[in-house]
């Protein structure tokens, strides 16, 4: 489990940069709203703890135990219908000794173990351009995307879908499968983003439906569309260097007038950008940047396939999700509630981005020798 390495080796780099967008999510919760400051500074202290014991730990014990973390991923999953807290039509949650704990996010880093596992597998084969592999990842990909798209959260489910695309696309998929494809999907899109306008159809809740048509029509929807309004305000009023932290509880401070509800969790961007500016949201949009890069970069050394996809992975999910989320609060998307790594409120979010870095930091310590 545990092996001897080399502390030269360790991505000292992508520790501090985690650190500090960490730091600037509690800095910033604390602005906005300072009832969940504590919480964020005890979950940041403990997915650092984690983050550290992990980088220890040889990811190829971890990922001996892929079976077992993927029953019990499904597990949590199946219990949250039964035992989990339902808020505003969802039902994702757990709440244990006051604390929330969402299964789903910590699904996103086990599928990326899993898959890894799998496609790395298939690699050493020399399968994973053939239909059977196509199907045996459907087939493994199927059931936590069928439980998460029915709490419901639509969010999470593309999330997941587009990071496990990401992996398949890297193990070596075939352009000639990728592009066929794209020519089943473009029209597929199409045909959906039609159907989601019928006053008929069943396949999508009403709230998903209306933040579809809110982005597609932003005039007819502007109450749906209100919260993302809201927020391009928000960040346009930081204009070039923002309002700082203090001006987030001046009287023209959108925040200070919660024109925006649940500002620290998925729409915390908005409050960067007023207190920061544009200035400001550039450094942070690079820190994740870099955070993404670096994730890539082990990646591209690590010693083998199964670490090369955990670390890319891990980058992709990052990645995906900060374009995700900045996304939404710049309006550049439709709604969805996706929290910023790293740096929204939420100890689920927090403490499952910490496990994915803490395993590729074990990886960079076994990285391969040139």
């Given at each position: 489990?545990?092996?001897?390495?080399?502390l030269k080796?360790?991505?000292f780099?992508?520790f501090?940069?985690?650190?500090i967008?960490?730091?600037?999510?509690?800095?910033?919760?604390?602005?906005?709203?300072?009832?969940?400051?504590v919480k964020?500074?005890?979950?940041?202290?403990?997915?650092v703890?984690?983050?550290?014991?992990?980088?220890?730990?040889?990811y190829?014990?971890?990922?001996k135990?892929?079976?077992?973390?993927?029953?019990i991923s499904?597990l949590?999953?199946?219990?949250?219908?039964?035992?989990?807290?339902s808020?505003n039509n969802a039902?994702?949650w757990?709440?244990?000794a006051?604390?929330?704990?969402?299964?789903?996010?910590?699904?996103?880093?086990?599928?990326?173990?899993?898959?890894a596992?799998f496609?790395?597998?298939?690699?050493?084969?020399?399968?994973?351009?053939k239909?059977?592999t196509?199907?045996?990842?459907?087939?493994?990909?199927?059931?936590?995307?069928?439980?998460?798209?029915n709490?419901?959260?639509l969010?999470?489910?593309?999330c997941?879908?587009?990071?496990?695309?990401?992996?398949?696309y890297?193990?070596?998929?075939?352009y000639?499968?990728?592009?066929?494809t794209?020519?089943?999907?473009?029209?597929?899109?199409?045909?959906?983003?039609w159907y989601?306008?019928q006053?008929?159809q069943?396949l999508?809740?009403d709230h998903?439906?209306?933040r579809?048509?809110?982005?597609l029509?932003p005039?007819e929807?502007?109450?749906?569309?209100a919260q993302?309004?809201?927020?391009v305000?928000?960040?346009?009023?930081?204009?070039?260097?923002?309002?700082g932290?203090a001006g987030?509880?001046?009287?023209?401070s959108?925040?200070?007038?919660?024109?925006?509800?649940?500002?620290?969790?998925?729409f915390?961007?908005?409050a960067?950008?007023?207190?920061?500016?544009?200035?400001g949201?550039?450094?942070?949009?690079?820190?994740?940047?870099l955070?993404?890069i670096?994730?890539?970069?082990i990646?591209?050394r690590?010693?083998?396939?199964?670490?090369?996809l955990?670390a890319?992975g891990?980058?992709?999910?990052?990645?995906?999700?900060s374009?995700?989320?900045?996304?939404?609060?710049?309006?550049?998307?439709?709604?969805?509630g996706?929290?910023l790594?790293?740096?929204s409120?939420g100890l689920?979010?927090?403490l499952?981005?910490?496990?994915?870095?803490?395993?590729?930091l074990?990886?960079s310590l076994?990285k391969?020798?040139?």
């Open positions: 489990m545990l092996k001897k390495y080399h080796d360790y991505s780099l992508l501090l940069l985690v650190i967008a960490m730091g600037i999510g509690v800095t910033v919760i604390n602005s906005v709203n300072d009832n969940y400051t964020q500074a005890v979950g940041v202290g403990v997915s703890l984690i983050m550290l014991i992990l980088s220890l730990i040889d190829h014990f971890i990922t135990f892929t079976l077992p973390l993927y029953i499904a949590l999953l199946v219990a949250v219908f039964a035992f989990g807290d808020s039902r994702r757990f709440t244990i006051g604390i929330r704990f969402q299964p789903s996010e910590l699904t996103k880093v086990i599928m990326i173990i899993v898959m596992v496609l790395s597998a298939k690699m050493e084969e020399d399968t994973i351009t239909p059977k196509f199907f045996q990842f459907i087939a493994i990909l199927i059931l936590p995307v069928f439980l998460i798209y709490q419901p959260d969010s999470t489910t593309l997941l879908l587009m990071i496990m695309a990401a992996m398949y890297l193990a070596g998929l075939s000639k499968f990728i592009g066929i794209l020519l089943i999907l473009i029209p597929l899109i199409s045909l959906f983003l989601a306008q006053p008929w069943k999508l809740y998903q439906v209306k579809i048509m809110s982005f029509y005039t929807y502007a109450e749906e569309n993302q309004v809201n927020s305000m928000a960040i346009g009023s930081g204009q070039l260097s923002g309002k932290l987030l509880a001046g009287a023209d959108v925040s200070h007038t919660n024109m925006i509800s649940e500002q620290h969790t998925d915390i961007f908005s960067i950008g007023e207190s920061f500016g544009f200035v949201s550039v450094i942070i949009i690079g820190i994740i940047f955070i993404v670096q994730c890539i970069r990646g591209r690590a010693k083998d396939d199964t670490g090369r955990l890319i891990v980058g992709c999910w990052i990645g995906f999700q374009f995700i989320n900045i996304g939404v609060t710049t309006q550049l998307l439709p709604n969805t996706l929290p790594p790293f740096i409120y689920s979010s927090l499952s981005n910490a496990i994915g870095i803490g395993i590729v074990n990886i076994q391969r020798k040139f």
